[in-house]
């Protein structure tokens, strides 16, 4: 049986909401409510950040954070300096990582466990979750990601358009014909994939749609998805954090 271990990248620094992962969620600190939803699910879970503050508000409520290089690119680099890190302390080996968005403090536990069922095949590289799109505006949100995948689940490009384009058919149409599926970006890693992808350098589809999962496409690597009923709910600015509250997520 495989070993899993959560890790949760975490930023100080955000554009739209400096401080975002120390944010009061009811009462709570935007990071504290992502790590105890993840602990429902696995007993290893490891916040990784370059900010001192959310070090030392994890160590407050008993979580396990490691302070990591403020000079990565991605969180996926992130996680893999602090996966290093982590089994050092843990004086254990990891077989697979999940990489949980810290600005996802409502994340179902079904949707962790779904992504921890990719690995049962244990040749499976990289897992992430989809959801098929049920409205029209999702599909034509550019922040909105769209994969298509081949017949195994796996996926075959990402992109910020909708995709397939339907030639032959009106958009308001394009629903009626076929299922599009939208990204629900949370990530599941082979630990030795991790490693290796964490090393890459950015790719032509990669800048071109501003998607990191391009990049490990480009280089070949498999990317199986799982299709989940659950959308997520991140935090970008301070209004959705009222509008979370409002609407019952707390």
Not at 44 to 51: E, G, I, L
Not at 158 to 168: A, E, T
Request: contains cysteine; positive net charge.
């Amino acid at each position: 049986m495989s070993a899993f271990v959560g890790i949760i990248p975490s930023r100080y620094q955000s554009s739209r909401f400096p401080g975002k992962p120390l944010a009061d969620i009811a009462g709570k600190p935007m990071i504290q409510r992502v790590y105890e939803r993840v602990k429902k699910v696995l007993d290893s879970v490891v916040v990784a950040t370059d900010d001192k503050r959310i070090f030392k508000v994890v160590k407050e409520f008993g979580g396990i954070a490691i302070m990591t290089s403020a000079s990565h690119r991605t969180g996926t680099e992130r996680c893999a300096e602090a996966l290093v890190k982590f089994e050092t302390i843990a004086s254990k080996i990891f077989d697979v990582v999940i990489n949980i968005q810290g600005d996802e403090p409502f994340i179902k536990k079904e949707q962790i466990e779904l992504l921890m069922s990719n690995f049962d095949n244990g040749n499976t590289q990289i897992a992430t979750l989809i959801k098929p799109i049920e409205n029209k505006e999702i599909l034509f949100d550019t922040n909105r990601p769209k994969v298509v995948i081949d017949k195994q689940g796996f996926a075959m490009y990402f992109s910020r358009l909708p995709i397939p384009h339907l030639r032959n058919a009106e958009e308001c149409n394009w629903q009626k014909k076929h299922t599009y599926f939208q990204h629900i970006g949370m990530y599941a890693y082979k630990r030795d994939v991790l490693k290796e992808i964490a090393k890459l350098q950015p790719t032509i589809l990669e800048k071109a749609e501003s998607l990191e999962q391009l990049r490990w496409l480009e280089n070949g690597y498999k990317i199986k998805t799982a299709v989940t009923e659950y959308d997520s709910y991140g935090i970008d600015i301070p209004e959705d954090i009222e509008n979370a509250i409002r609407m019952g997520f707390v």
